[in-house]
Structures are given as structure tokens and as C-alpha cells.
């Protein structure tokens, strides 16, 4: 089982800027699409921004211009920066790792993001 630590989560004015890490120990993320999804209370879990094996990034259209997610496939850990945080992107951030051609498909436990004053 793979385990997915995340980490960079917290309180946050609107205006503000954070920084989220996934990390896996002993685990190669290289050949993985890697993403960050989020979960509000009482909502869907949407798609917050991806990114390839490549390099090729895409980014839900409400945060396009504030978050930007990154890879550093040498130590194995996908980042999410967010800058010019709003109260609606409060919620639960997940990191997410995945290969369709294997079927491999895993979870980080979720780090919350509250955006208040």
C-alpha cells in the first residue's frame, strides 16, 4: 500500500498564500500523474490542479492564475502553491497519484485549508 503524506495545510487570511507538499516515502513518482483535489463540506470532491509525467499542467478555472503545481520527481513530492487565497477555496486538499496503464490509483489522507478572517 502506498502511503501519501501530506502537509502544508492551515488558517489563512483571504489574500494570503500557502504552500502544500505530497510526499511518499519509498515510492517513485516519476512515472505518475499527479493531482490535488479538494473536498468542501457538503460538496463533491472537484479537481484543483494536475500535472503530467511531462511536465503539462491544468488547473480548474477558479483557481487559473493563483495556484500553481509543481513536481520535483527526485524527491518524489508534488506541490500545490496558492496565493490570493478567497474564503471559497477552504476545504479539504487531497493529493492524488495515479498511472491508468496499471490501474494504480492512491490518496493522501487530506490536509484542510481554511481561508478566514
Known amino acids: 500500500q502506498v502511503r501519501l503524506v501530506e502537509s502544508g495545510g492551515g488558517l489563512v487570511q483571504p489574500g494570503g498564500s500557502l504552500r502544500l507538499s505530497c510526499a511518499a516515502p519509498r515510492f517513485t513518482f516519476s512515472s505518475f500523474a499527479l493531482s490535488w483535489y479538494r473536498q468542501a463540506p457538503g460538496q463533491e470532491r472537484e479537481l484543483v490542479a494536475g500535472i503530467t509525467r511531462t511536465g503539462g499542467t491544468n488547473y480548474a478555472d477558479s483557481v487559473k492564475g493563483r495556484f500553481t503545481i509543481s513536481r520535483d520527481n527526485a524527491k518524489n513530492t508534488v506541490s500545490l502553491q496558492m496565493n490570493s487565497l478567497k474564503p471559497e477555496d477552504t476545504a479539504v486538499y487531497f493529493c492524488?497519484?495515479?498511472?491508468?496503464?496499471?490501474?494504480?490509483?492512491?490518496w493522501g489522507q487530506g490536509t484542510q485549508v481554511t481561508v478566514s478572517s
Open positions: 492524488n497519484v495515479k498511472r491508468v496503464v496499471t490501474k494504480e490509483d492512491y
